[in-house]
């Protein structure tokens, strides 16, 4: 009797932990974690304490409620001063440009839009008519080019670069890491002024400390999609098992940079300890 019984309480246990684990699966691949992260530096305009961007990366063609209702709404209650999309709005392997083109029409009423590519457009035969509805929108599609923000005569820097897969379908003798530095050479002016890197891949990031930019902006790896407690991701694109760069702040220098955990899917279709993200940056001064 007392066996049955120990066996019954036994396989209850079970049963409620595999359904705890199952709720727990499906709220961590069904709602958006919003993070929030201040960057302080002595070198912002003191007209932009306070400035607040919105980091959507990686999206895939996603959608949270019907027409992103859920994730728009999300951003609308942080109101942010400028929206930033870091790459892959689309999914190559099952495009649908419908799908990223009234996200961002609705987002461009919240804020503007500033948006870079991703690994996954770069795979786009018709990516031209995807950059065409975006411009069409209103938002401002940076490839290799800077854009000035002012706000009450003062101003920061916004630079965006293309993926690199636009180019290189391989990087056996490490040309990436070469053609990105010559870019920021060639694009990041002379001055002083506070510069902002919206770009797909963080895993260069030394390179972006070399050219002393102030905040990388970057995606591309998920956040692993999988993670393990007190080790992060498992594995990512382009920097393989256990990464460096996963997630999160980094600071090196007097460069900071965030890597969003995305909010789509791409090779796995679900997540384990991995929330998709939205993150909201505040930028203060620091006299």
Known sequence: ????????????????????????????????????????????????????????????????????????????????????????????????????????????????????????????????????????????????????????????????????????KNDLFDEKRAMIDTKLKNLKPEGNDFSVLLFHRPELYDVYVDNEIDLVLSGHTHGGQIRLPFVGAVVVPDQGLFPKYDAGLFQSGGTSMVISRGLGNSLLPIRLNCRYELVIITLGRQD
């Open 1 to 168: 009797m007392i066996t049955r019984k120990r066996k019954i309480t036994g396989i209850t246990a079970a049963a409620a932990i595999l359904f705890a684990f199952a709720v727990w699966a499906v709220w961590g691949n069904t709602t958006i974690e919003v993070t929030r992260t201040a960057i302080v530096s002595d070198r912002l305009p003191e007209s932009f304490s306070g400035f607040r961007i919105a980091h959507v990366s990686d999206l895939h063609n996603s959608e949270f409620g019907t027409d992103n209702s859920y994730l728009l709404q999300k951003i609308r209650e942080e109101n942010p001063d400028i929206i930033v999309i870091t790459g892959d709005l689309v999914d190559s392997r099952r495009t649908n440009t419908e799908i990223a083109l009234k996200f961002v029409n609705s987002a461009m009423k919240i804020a503007p839009v500033y948006y870079v590519t991703g690994n996954h457009e770069a795979r786009l035969d018709d990516f031209h008519k995807l950059e065409a509805g975006l411009r069409k929108a209103g938002a401002v599609v940076l490839r290799d080019s800077v854009q000035t923000i002012e706000k009450d005569g003062e101003r920061i820097l916004l630079l965006g670069l293309d993926d690199p897969r636009f180019v290189l």
